[in-house]
């Protein structure tokens, strides 16, 4: 079972910046470059909403039409870590953000960070 952990999640003003990160570890049968690798977003009352993906190689992304043109997802496969540089935050990005790791059948969620954004 592949290992999840987000941070840097915080309090934010709109129209600012921030890269919360994603660290995987606990891989057995496979490595971090072997599994696709997802954002999601759960606001406050709402279903989880899918954010954005990134291939094994990253060398292809999409995006959720909420947030195309703002956010960029990348990955560094030598640290076992993922990214997320979130820019133009508005009010509504506000919510927890979960990394997920994706092989097959085989997904594993991270805990979640908190990302507010607020006046």
């Known amino acids: 079972q592949v290992h999840l952990v987000e941070s840097g999640g915080v309090v934010v003003h709109p129209g600012g910046s921030l890269t919360p990160s994603c660290a995987a ?15 999601y977003r759960q606001a406050p009352g709402r279903q989880r909403e899918f954010v954005a ?16 043109g703002r956010f960029t997802i990348y990955r560094d496969n030598a640290k076992n870590e993922m ?3 979130m820019n133009s935050l508005k009010l509504e990005d506000t919510g927890v953000y979960y990394c997920n790791a994706v092989r097959g059948s085989r997904r594993s969620w991270g ?9």
């Open 111 to 119: 805990q979640g960070t908190q990302v507010t954004v607020s006046s």
């Open 25 to 39: 570890s606990g891989f057995t049968d496979f490595t971090f470059s072997d599994y696709a690798m997802n954002w």
């Open 83 to 85: 990214y997320l540089q």
């Open 53 to 68: 993906a990134i291939t094994r190689a990253g060398d292809n992304t999409i995006y959720g039409d909420s947030v195309k």
